[in-house]
T-cell receptor, first 112, second 113 residues
Framework: KQEVTQIPAALSVPEGENLVLNCSFT??????LQWFRQDPGKGLTSLLL?????REQTSGRLNASLDKSSGRSTLYIAASQPGDSATYLC???????????FGAGTRLFVKA | DVKVTQSSRYLVKRTGEKVFLECVQD?????MFWYRQDPGLGLRLIYF???????EKGDIPEGYSVSREKKERFSLILESASTNQTSMYLC????????????FGNGTRLTVT
């Protein structure tokens, strides 16, 4: 059974710092991995999707990597801003169907 | 841009009431999902649908049912609301290919008193 773990659970950094959020998964038979952002009381906003055959994806200040063999993904945020403060979730879709399994998220706080 | 719209942001219902949560997507996606999100438990899949009139149970289907009569609309039904169904409910859709992200609505915060 696929399990997705995110470390750390919470992170506080000063504005301008580069940071890395970690995601690990137990079953490497994945279809894709997706990173989301969630603001308090809101839905999830898709940030990046990495196909199982890809190693990384970039969007603006965000870069996500995928190492399927080791069951790991990282989300790199460059030059963090207070507006980046949110909860970041990673989610893995397995090859066996449509189900997507979510990690518990990393709550990020960027101090001005 | 894909839009997934949930009909209500906040809902307050009484125990025993039948509750309908509606979700509409505008991208002709085959697959639609209902999740609930609770502190400490994360997102849990209730039901999903991969085509009109087709549905499959997720991890926590008890106390819920769903309806998909049209491709763009997926409804979650609480047959007899209970206080332990107080939660944030999130609807999502995707085309199902590996290249298609999962898109979420803004959520419905349901309180059952």
């Amino acid at each position: 059974k696929q399990e997705v773990t995110q470390i750390p659970a919470a992170l506080s950094v000063p504005e301008g710092e580069n940071l890395v959020l970690n995601c690990s998964f137990t079953d490497s038979a994945i279809y894709n991995l997706q990173w989301f952002r969630q603001d308090p009381g809101k839905g999830l906003t898709s940030l990046l999707l990495i196909q199982s055959s890809q190693r990384e994806q970039t969007s603006g200040r965000l870069n996500a990597s995928l190492d399927k063999s080791s069951g790991r993904s990282t989300l790199y945020i460059a030059a963090s801003q207070p507006g980046d403060s949110a909860t970041y979730l990673c989610a893995v879709r397995g090859t066996g169907g449509f189900k997507t399994i979510f990690g518990a998220g990393t709550r990020l706080f960027v101090k001005a | 841009d894909v839009k997934v719209t949930q009909s209500s942001r906040y809902l307050v219902k009484r125990t025993g009431e039948k509750v309908f949560l509606e979700c509409v997507q505008d991208m002709d996606h085959e697959n639609m999902f209902w999740y609930r999100q609770d502190p400490g438990l994360g997102l849990r899949l209730i039901y999903f649908s991969y085509d009109v009139k087709m549905k499959e149970k997720g991890d926590i289907p008890e106390g819920y049912s769903v309806s998909r009569e049209k491709k763009e609309r997926f409804s979650l039904i609480l047959e007899s609301a209970s206080t332990n169904q107080t939660s944030m409910y999130l609807c999502a859709s995707t085309s199902g290919t590996g290249f298609s992200p999962l898109h979420f609505g803004n959520g419905t915060r349901l309180t059952v008193t």
